[in-house]
């Protein structure tokens, strides 16, 4: 079992930026894959960024060249920075983690960019 706490979220000015955290109750360096998605209302979840162990990190291609997806392992956390946020970026963020198969998801935390 995972448990993933996010935190970061609020409410930021178009242009300005934001970093979220996920801290996991367990090593992330026995997770498969840890990342980030995101839910606009009356949209589906959509993957934002994800790193897989010997995969790399893959990012959604609204998010490239802005978003940064990054690890502290010491600390059991994944971060994304957030910059030159838009406000089609608004939506609840998910921290999300697979080990074995199984997914695991953190409550969200919701970010509104304004305009």
């Known amino acids: 079992q995972v448990q993933l706490v996010e935190s970061g979220g609020g409410l930021v000015q178009a242009g300005g930026s934001l970093r979220l955290s996920c801290a996991a109750s367990r090593s992330i360096s026995r997770l498969n894959t840890m990342g980030w998605f995101r839910q606009a209302p009356g949209k589906q979840r959509e993957l934002v960024a994800t790193?897989?162990?010997?995969?790399?990190?893959n990012y959604a291609d609204s998010v490239k060249g802005r978003f940064a997806l990054s690890r502290d392992n010491a600390k059991n956390a994944v971060y994304l920075q957030m910059n030159s946020l838009k406000p089609e970026d608004t939506a609840v963020y998910y921290c999300y983690a697979v080990r074995l198969s199984t997914e695991y998801w953190g409550q969200g935390t919701q970010v509104t960019v304004s305009s």
């Open positions: 790193a897989s162990n010997g995969a790399g990190t």
